[in-house]
């Protein structure tokens, strides 16, 4: 059974920084796609960056690039969300996302990060960012 559990949300100002962390349980961590996603209120949700396990290959948002970083660590089966320069529009519900389909990339490829959302099947509860200006 796939579980995915984040924490690390909170409430910061404007310009501050938060550390997302998703445990990962129940597939075999190291040949997935892993994702980032959030959703505002009245949004639909979106993906913010996405990570493939076996190779390290990144991808990332327009609205995030240079501020957000994902990386894993495999030992621990974790994957991660650095936020950097926090802006009030990152306001969300953040969620971790992963999917072991070869479609995945295709979907990044031709959609971009932000509208993969489709092809990811395992989602965690998600956690709150709140940023204030």
């Known amino acids: 059974q796939v579980q995915l559990v984040e924490s690390g949300g909170g409430s910061v100002q404007a310009g501050g920084s938060l550390r997302l962390s998703c445990a990962a349980s129940?597939?075999?961590?190291?040949?997935?796609?892993m994702g980032w996603f959030r959703q505002a209120p009245g949004k639909e949700r979106e993906g913010v960056a996405a990570?493939?396990?076996?190779?390290?290959?990144?991808y990332y948002a327009d609205s995030v690039k240079g501020r957000f970083t994902i990386s894993q660590d495999n030992a621990k089966n974790t994957l991660y969300l650095q936020m950097d320069s926090l802006k009030p529009e990152d306001t969300a519900m953040y969620y971790c996302?992963?999917?072991?389909?070869?479609?995945?990339?295709?979907?990044?490829?031709?959609?971009?990060?932000?509208?993969?959302?489709?092809?990811?099947?395992?989602w965690g509860q998600g956690t709150q960012v709140t940023v204030s200006s």
């Open positions: 996302a992963a999917d072991e389909g070869s479609d995945v990339l295709s979907a990044i490829q031709a959609l971009g990060v932000s509208a993969s959302r489709d092809y990811f099947v395992y």
């Open positions: 129940g597939f075999s961590y190291s040949s997935y796609w």
């Open positions: 990570i493939y396990i076996g190779g390290g290959r990144t």
